[in-house]
């Protein structure tokens, strides 16, 4: 959980970095939307995957993720945010989208799993025909759900597009949210007692 939330905020903190002496601030997010339960469920793009994980920078896209909660289903959609390029220090990569006030989507998996367990200059690499493990996390209505156990099936994925579906059966509440960092609250904390509240996440994505 702390690496996550450092992962971001450094993502926002290269977003705001200029050559100029002054710091230019980012682009505010875009508000997030609320769609038909349906909308999360359509079929993303189809293309060429590329089995490396560098030298990937996606400047616009959204994402598509559906709580299922005690508070029921709803499908809500976020505009990609922050750092264009994804490639995060030392073997990850991370989609981060944005709805503003503390809400947002993050989706994250190791580069090697895109690779097959294999080097980048091993050959070949084959077809990526099956689910890859990810990270999802969602901030919602000031509450922060996680898993990193998410089947992602990705549909595209070159220096030009990335697409693909995730599935989440069960996600935790966190007490720390990284979408609404706060120095009161440790991120290595353990669940609060009594258990935390959960929730079924899934959804897609598409950037480009």
Known sequence: MRRLAAVVAAALLL?????????DEPPAPRPAKALASEKCDEPTPTGKIDRLGYDLRFTRGAVRIKIRDGR??????FAKWGNANIDVPPDSL??????????????????VDLAGGKLPDTRPLGRLDHPINATVGVSIDGVYYTSPTCALTLTVSNS????????CP?????????????????FDDPPASPPPATAVLSGRFDVY
């Open 72 to 77: 029921g289903e709803r499908c809500v959609q």
């Open 15 to 23: 977003t705001g970095c200029s050559t100029n002496a002054a710091v």
């Open 94 to 111: 991370l989609y981060y989208f944005s709805g503003g006030r503390g809400d947002g989507t993050q989706v994250e998996f190791r580069a």
């Open 160 to 167: 030009r597009r990335a697409a693909g579906r995730f599935a």
């Open 170 to 186: 069960q996600a935790l509440a966190q007490t720390a949210n990284p979408f609404d960092p706060s120095d009161d609250v440790s």
